[in-house]
């Protein structure tokens, strides 16, 4: 017979035991009931990842389509979905921005830039954005933050074409002073190649810096000797500071990589036009460093052309007491030495042969005000009296001769 001692002992482990397995099942439920919330958690979580996903890459595909507005309901959707996700957020900013919602897509790149002030294409937006709303010192500012700021990929690439965009912007706002040094900087860091040499010298150019222009344009002759885009562009900015011998070389050359090549790449007919221009202006041109010989047979040839030009533009005034007074200024003029001195006079006689040269120009000029636009030598003449400074480019090894680079 049990005692009373052990009966209730017995109870008290009876007791513990339906205890133990009430708290273990209250954990397994409690254990239950977490797994299956973390799995329907999860679930939630990834179906809504898998909506943002899907309705950024409609917004992508929509951007790349040229349809922004669309763009924009399918990323804020994406962004309902995660929020705060900085690609979705950029993609919604360029969105905004191609859409014409200047101020709205400057207040989300703002908020992004708050973020990461150092990001490079951040900055560009930015700078892009300041542009449109007409704030040319904040545009330059975020410009140089771009350059200055971090890039995915090739940083050095992406920083030249800053540097160029800027120039851009800089030579439409007339500050030439500027953009040629952002475009001398930028050809500085970036090694040789043919697209960013030609564009950076097309810059120069619009920046009024001829001469590094031409460095530009040799680079690129350089890599592609035969490149008629590159000859020709050459060719017409020597043409256009005034040396013709180089113009006339560079032409010639395009005419006979043209020539030679696809008919595709025929010399256009105002090149042709130029490079017969540029032949003549060298047999007029009565520059100074020609042999005494040489220049003299240059003035008495322009001399022919200028007087009867004179003589046209007078006989248009009859009877002559309507002759203008700058007319007869000038007839009073070619009455002098400068007007009627033989070659022998002026082979001997450097200051009358400059004397000469200056009534050559002034006949050209002076007539032109008063009978209008001249053609043919007269033009040509009319073209070195107002190019006062011509200027001597230097020639690259990889531009000379008319060959073919084929050969």
Known sequence: MLTDFEKGSIAKRKLILRDSLAIFSLFFATVLLFAITLFLFRSFTAHRAGLAQLWSDRGREALQAGKPADAI?????ALTYSPGTRAYELLLAQALAEAGHTDEAYQYFMGLWVAEPGDGFINLQLARLARTRNDRQSAVNFYRASIYG???????????????ELARFLIDQNDLAAARLELLIAGGNAPDEFNRDMNTADLLRQAHDPINAWTYYLKALAQRPGDPAALEA??????QVGDYANASRLLARLEAESAAGDSALSTASDDTILLEKAARLQELLPSPALPARERVAH???????????????????NPAPKLPSALQALNATWAGPEGSAGAATLLHDSALQDSAVQLIYDTETQTEMVCGMPTGDDALLLRLATTPHPMSLPESEGTGGTTDSRD
Request: with cysteine; net charge positive; aromatic share 6%.
């Open 73 to 77: 309901v399918d990323l804020r959707t």
């Open 150 to 164: 971090t890039w995915e990929g090739d940083g050095v690439a992406r920083r030249s074409e800053v540097r160029l």
């Open 234 to 239: 050459a060719g017409r900015l020597a043409y």
């Open 299 to 317: 003035i008495l040839a322009g001399r022919i052309i200028a007087r009867q030009r004179l003589s046209a533009c007078s006989a248009q005034f």
